[in-house]
């Protein structure tokens, strides 16, 4: 292991930094080159379909036969134009990543003759095969079918891999018979509901509105390191994380690693990247050091949330590509080394309307104020509500290795807002009369007009705060710099219209019994103000003091993925999502069930590779130098040179035959755990396939798995979990 080590640390300081050459330094000249946009629509369609295509994207309507063979005719001029010879449909089935089926633009014509066709037919729908995506039952694997559709609001790009170009188009995924199979299209359909949702309450402020939309910037947070030393790993390679370690002298104690000065190598590297980005419509502006050593950050501006999701996932994909050319690799996973930071992928959220009001700024007019406060107060009422919601939806493995250390929030959801809101939101409550005055000046008594304009500037951050609100946006800090955004963005989206459905209904009904409208706005957002003070907490989330009071405020600390998935399977979740048709019971059930599975899986892998380092490296390494310790012992011996030097030696050499053996006996117990829990998995699958009684399947194994009880604690979640669907069923 050493001899690995010293070679790869040799070819790491042989990697010296790339050289990188931008197209132009000025970058609006590149930006988008190799996106379909509206520039290469305009250029490659008539003026009357160009305009057919935006109605129809506007209106979120299906685009007729006619009109996608003029978009698809357009879509094949552009990109063989750009060098493409390929086209696939790009989506984002339920396993974390992309998904893409080559095909060629070149055909055969019915005589013959070498052609470079691509129909609307192509473009609009494709069938790869689905048996080996996870579906979490809803398909069998010998049933293989499902579809890719277009998604018309998301523009196609052109990636290029070793000198080839491919024409990409953005598509939703759903089985043979409808079921989503994706995070597209669930993220989709709670935009549409928000926006249906948002455009009422808007229009009791401004009838001009007719259109809400739902912006979102992520920030990625990410890790680099030599790709020699990656690969000198087989824990990195295989789990993403260091299942064993050991700190270094000098880790991010002395915090000077975040914005510093970038590396060059890491500086070329960043360049790369960018510069791959950009052609691609990602609107990066930021880059810099984050807390822990080798670890950085790359930021967008805000764009619509479903072409955030889909850039972010883009830049992950694009960054594993180009760390290759510089010798790196990049470390997605929310906890790769302990005792530093972690990653996160902050999603900053906010609604915008059509006439350009962000709905989470305040304004400088009381009735504008009333208006950020209406949807301010009921984002926090839905967070309120569903806080187990959003900590279901960014639940993982490699996140419950984060959450709630080195900055990362904790476990328990609360909503930070900062003084001087929650002051103005104390003052907003306790305000029992309204005084009624003419014109503007009808809420001024009550403080709403003093709500500053630019709140960031007197508002400080909480780094502790899982979702906290930054001036004039909510950022969800929770999100694993892994995970897919589209999760918590459908969770948080679907919360928050449902929240402005009932805020809504509640107002009307006071209108129509005589209320005027501004007072029973206000009425019903002091009651929401006195309703969700528990979720509001501006202090320090890491903090033992914090956990007990949060616990007396009734907020769950839901440590664990397992359990918080468990949150999938309440009954006022099921609601929330069927009866906004987000998901159906059955693809809730379904992802609760992939989810799961992932979980068991990675814990697997990493049970696998932590037992084979244990094995195959550290027991013969520590066999290895328990020998030569014996030899110095000997020859101190025979040389006379006994004292307690030899003494002590001897002491160190039992305990390590004592931490061998136990090492030895831990890895067996974890296997042999591993295997019980594969055979009552596979009794279930096997009860679940042929309709039969679980338990039949169970029993010849009930006695082995009591039998191991002793071995289980309620952190060793794999069996623990196997074993609560056993006397489930």
Known sequence: MATIRIKALEQANQHKPG??????????????????????????MSSENYKRLQRTIEAGERVDRDLADAVAAAMKTWAISKGATHYTHWFQPLNGATAEKHDSFFDLS??????????????????PDASSFPSGGIRNTFEARGYSAWDPSSPAFLIENAGSKTLCIP?????????????????????????????????????????????????????????????????????????????????????????????????AFMVDFERSALRLGIPLRTRHNEVAPNQYECAPTFEDANLAVDHNQLLMDIMGRVAERHNFKVLLHEKPFKGVNGSGKHNNWAMSTNTGVNLLSPGKKPKENLQFLTFFIN???????????????????SNDHRLGANEAPPAIMSVFIGQQLSAVLD??????????????????????????????DNTDRNRTSPFA???????????????????????????VADQLQEFRKSVDELIESGMKKELAIIQILREYVAASKNIIFEGNGYSKEWEEEAASRGLSNIKSTPRALDVYGREEVK?????????????????????????????????????????NHVVPTAIAYQNKLIQNVRGLKELGLEDEYTESTIQGIKKMSGYITAIQKNVRDMVN?????????????????????????????????????????????????????????
Request: glycine share 6%.
């Open 171 to 267: 598509t939703i995924f759903v089985s043979y018979t409808g079921e989503a199979l994706d995070y597209k299209t669930p993220l989709l359909k709670s935009l549409k509901l928000l926006n249906d949702s948002a455009v009422p309450v808007c229009q009791y402020f401004d009838k001009d509105v007719v259109k809400v939309n739902t912006t979102l910037g992520i920030e990625q947070e990410y890790f680099l390191v030599d790709k020699a030393l990656y690969e000198a790993r087989p824990d990195l390679v295989i789990t993403g994380r260091t299942i064993f370690g050991h700190a270094p002298a000098k880790g991010q104690q002395l915090e000077d690693h975040y914005f510093g000065s970038i590396p060059s190598r890491v500086h």
């Open 110 to 127: 019915g005589d013959g003759e070498a052609i470079e066709t691509f129909k609307g037919s192509a473009l609009v729908q494709q069938e």
């Open 427 to 456: 003052e907003f409550e306790r305000t029992s009369k309204i005084p009624i005055e003419k014109g503007d000046n009808m809420y001024l008594k009550l403080g709403i007009d003093r709500i500053p304009e630019v709140l960031r």
């Open 379 to 397: 984002t926090i009422m839905a967070v309120h509500k569903h806080a187990d919601l959003l900590r279901a939806s960014i639940a993982s493995a």
């Open 575 to 615: 609601e929330v999502f069927s009866k906004h048709g987000i998901y159906s019971e059955l693809e809730l059930e379904a992802r609760h069930e992939i989810l799961l599975e992932e979980y068991v899986k990675k814990i697997q892998i990493e049970s696998r590779i932590m037992g084979d380092l244990a094995m």
């Open 673 to 729: 755990s591993r295997k019980v829990a594969n055979k009552i998995e596979d009794a279930r699958e096997r009860a679940i396939m042929y309709n039969e009684e679980v338990l039949s399947y169970f029993e010849p194994i009930r006695y082995a798995v009591d039998k191991l009880e002793l071995m289980v604690d309620d952190n060793d979640w794999p069996l623990v979990k196997y074993r609560e669907l056993l006397f489930r069923h």
């Open 19 to 44: 050289e990188v050459k931008l197209p132009s330094h000025i970058i609006s000249d590149f930006f988008g080159e190799n996106v379909f946009g509206n520039g290469a629509l305009r250029s490659t």
């Open 469 to 495: 609100f930054t001036g004039n946006k909510f950022e969800f800090r929770a999100v694993g710099s892994s995970a897919n955004s589209s999760s918590p963005v459908t969770a948080l989206n679907t919360i």
